[in-house]
């Protein structure tokens, strides 16, 4: 797994790329948001698109995200997530409470 970093004005976006499955970087997820929240960027879109798997253990590091970021007084955005892990999200009734765009630019603007 890769994390590359945008900036949108007072949005970040953090392109995810490859397998997040068990191994240590699919963790880095959290820590590096957590970074992110200690800067005062509260306020995060992670561009699934480039994701080819996603295991239990990178859901788990995003929803630890979603809360890191909720309890800092920010927001988590999803966009483009492809359709199997938009199925995950919907088969755990995730997609719920992790708000999910089509494109980087409308997960954007929802802020």
């Known amino acids: ?8 004005g007072e949005v970040i976006v953090l392109t995810i790329s490859g397998k997040m499955m ?17 800067k005062n960027q509260t306020n995060i879109v992670l561009d699934l698109g480039k994701v080819t ?6 859901l788990g590091s995003i929803l630890a995200s979603f809360t890191s970021l909720r309890n800092a007084g920010g ?24 708000k999910d765009y089509d494109t980087v630019a409308e997960a954007v603007a929802s802020f």
């Open 1 to 8: 797994m890769r994390i590359s970093e945008k900036s949108h």
């Open 22 to 38: 068990i191994d240590a970087k699919s963790t880095d997820l959290h820590k590096y948001i957590k970074d992110l929240i200690e």
């Open 53 to 58: 798997w996603l295991a239990s253990v990178g």
């Open 75 to 98: 927001d988590l955005k999803l966009a483009r997530s492809t359709r199997k892990i938009r199925s995950v999200l919907i088969f755990t009734q995730l997609i719920k409470v992790l």
